[in-house]
C-alpha cells in the first residue's frame, strides 16, 4: 500500500535556484495539503487543494507555487529558493471536508537551500 | 482563527512510568476534529486517534489514552507504563470547516523521551 508518496525525500539547492517536489496518493481521495516542519513550530500549512482544480493559500504560502495536476497529484514549486526555506516538507491527502477521516502524511522531504 | 498549544517543549520520563501530554485547543466552530499524531525518530507521522466535538468520552487503546474536555478545550494524551519505543514527537492537532477543505492546524509538538 503505497499510500502518499513523495520525492525526492533529500535535495540540497543554492540559493535562487528552482525546483519541484512531487506528491501522488492513491487513496482516492479530494484533498491534498504541503505542509513545511520546523523546529518548535510544528507543521504549518503552506497550500491545500480541496479538489482537483482548486488550490488555495495556506498560513506560509509567500515563495512557493502549487500545482494539483490530476486528483492524484499535487507539486510543491519553489521558483527561487532561500535559506528561510531549509525545511522539512510534508504531503498530505484526506478523504474531504465532509468524510471526518484523517489526514495521511507523506515521508517528508528535507530541503537544505544554502 | 484556531489554535493549538502544546506548552510542553520536552518530557523526559523513566520506562514503566505514566506520561500526560498536554494539548490545549482555541476555535470558534461548534464542529471540529481533534487528532493526535506521532512522530518516531525515523520522521514520519503516524495517526494516532481523532475525536469529534460531539464525542466528549473518553478513549482507551492498550497503553493510550485520551481525555476529551470541551470545557477546558482540552484533549490530552496519556501513556501508560512507557516504554523505550514511545520516545517521539508528538502532535496534536485541530481540524474545523474553516475554508473549502478541512485543515489541520497543529500544535508545536511534544518531544518525548523514555529513557531505559
Known amino acids: 500500500n503505497a499510500g502518499v508518496t513523495q520525492t525526492p525525500k533529500f535535495q540540497v539547492l543554492k540559493t535562487g535556484q528552482s525546483m519541484t517536489l512531487q506528491c501522488a496518493q492513491d487513496?482516492?481521495?479530494?484533498?491534498m495539503y504541503w505542509y513545511r516542519q520546523d523546529p518548535g513550530m510544528g507543521l504549518r500549512l503552506i497550500y491545500y487543494s480541496a479538489s482537483e482544480g482548486t488550490t488555495d493559500k495556506g498560513e506560509v504560502p509567500n515563495g512557493y507555487n502549487v500545482s494539483r495536476l490530476n486528483k492524484r497529484e499535487f507539486s510543491l514549486r519553489l521558483e527561487s529558493a532561500a535559506p528561510s526555506q531549509t525545511s522539512v516538507y510534508f504531503c498530505?491527502?484526506?478523504?474531504?471536508?465532509?468524510?471526518?477521516?484523517?489526514?495521511?502524511f507523506g515521508q517528508g522531504t528535507r530541503l537544505t537551500v544554502v | 482563527a484556531q489554535k493549538v498549544t502544546q506548552a510542553q517543549t520536552e518530557i523526559s520520563v523513566v520506562e514503566k512510568e505514566d506520561v500526560t501530554l498536554d494539548c490545549v485547543y482555541e476555535?470558534?466552530?461548534?464542529?471540529?476534529?481533534l487528532f493526535w499524531y506521532k512522530q518516531p525518530p525515523s520522521g514520519e507521522l503516524v495517526f494516532l486517534i481523532r475525536?469529534?466535538?460531539?464525542?466528549?468520552q473518553n478513549e482507551i487503546s492498550g497503553r493510550y489514552s485520551w481525555n476529551f474536555q470541551k470545557s477546558t478545550s482540552s484533549f490530552n494524551f496519556t501513556i501508560t507504563a512507557s516504554q523505550v519505543v514511545d520516545s517521539a514527537v508528538y502532535f496534536c492537532?485541530?481540524?474545523?470547516?474553516?475554508?473549502?477543505?478541512?485543515?489541520?492546524?497543529f500544535g508545536s509538538g511534544t518531544q518525548l523521551t523514555v529513557l531505559p
Open positions: 487513496m482516492n481521495h479530494n484533498s
Open positions: 476555535t470558534r466552530d461548534t464542529t471540529y476534529y
Open positions: 498530505a491527502s484526506s478523504a474531504g471536508r465532509l468524510e471526518g477521516t484523517e489526514a495521511f
Open positions: 492537532a485541530l481540524s474545523d470547516l474553516s475554508g473549502s477543505a478541512r485543515q489541520l492546524t
Open positions: 475525536r469529534n466535538s460531539f464525542d466528549e
